[in-house]
């Protein structure tokens, strides 16, 4: 079963609006969760770790304020994007460690009109 | 620069017979590797790993096969099924990113398994 859970699935929104992303670890604690975002038949590409309690780390070339990430607990991990446009329409897949390997969300897809 | 690269971005086979899907990397610091399975609009789901202490991994239908000294890993599927179309993505970590163990992915290659 699912150990990940991310939502929504999928969201539209009109440009300059803000859309919030939720990922929730299942049955189990989470202090790391990571952040990727995937282009149309492109790679996965992380745009930043979210730690527990303390500033999230950013790959180089996101921007930390318009990418906000705030992981309060040790079960969700929130992306904020704000004032979105329609280059920020992308899929976002959140993901967290269980034992070995990262397990990842269903994925958000987002549409900016 | 790429560190993962999967040089094909498809491949065919019937049903049946053997599926390999092939991948590169260029950091010799990557000791971890990892193939994940993605359906569309689905994130991916971990399929096998292998570290790079061993040279082979297998679980079921899946063989990981690592070679370290021409950075290169292969996953094989025999037999394949119509299921196991989807794109398939290498992954690896490095010792450095220590207990966070970020992944690089290479871009995914497309398998269609034909009935």
């Known amino acids: 079963g699912a150990v990940v859970s991310q939502h929504p699935s999928r969201v539209i929104c009109k440009s300059g609006t803000s859309v919030k992303i939720e990922c929730r670890s299942l049955?189990?604690?989470?202090?790391?969760m990571f952040w990727y975002r995937q282009f149309p038949k492109k790679s996965l590409m992380l745009m930043a770790t979210?730690?527990?309690?303390?500033?999230?780390?950013?790959e180089q070339g996101v921007e930390k304020d318009k990418f906000l990430i705030n992981h309060a607990s040790l079960t969700l991990s929130t992306l904020t994007v704000t004032s979105a446009h329609p280059e920020d329409s992308s899929f976002y897949i959140c993901?967290?460690?269980?034992?070995?390997?990262?397990?990842f969300g269903n994925g958000t897809r987002l549409t900016v009109t | 620069d790429q560190q993962v690269k999967q040089n094909s971005p498809s491949l065919s086979v019937q049903e049946g017979r053997i599926s390999i899907l092939n991948c590169d990397y260029t950091?010799?610091?990557?000791?971890?590797f990892l193939w994940y399975k993605k359906y569309p609009a689905e994130g991916p789901t971990f399929l096998i790993s292998?570290?790079?202490?061993?040279d082979k991994n297998e679980d079921g239908r899946f063989t990981v096969f690592l070679n370290k000294s021409a950075k290169h890993l292969s996953l094989h599927i025999v037999p394949s099924q119509p299921g196991d179309s989807a794109v398939y993505f290498c992954?690896?970590?490095?010792?450095?990113?220590?207990?966070?163990?970020?992944?690089?992915f290479g871009s995914g290659t497309q398998l269609t398994v034909l009935p």
């Open positions: 950091n010799s610091m990557f000791d971890y």
């Open positions: 979210s730690n527990e309690g303390s500033k999230a780390t950013y």
């Open positions: 049955d189990f604690q989470a202090t790391t």
């Open positions: 292998i570290s790079s202490i061993k």
């Open positions: 992954a690896a970590s490095e010792r450095s990113s220590g207990s966070a163990r970020q992944l690089t």
């Open positions: 993901s967290a460690r269980v034992g070995g390997p990262l397990h």
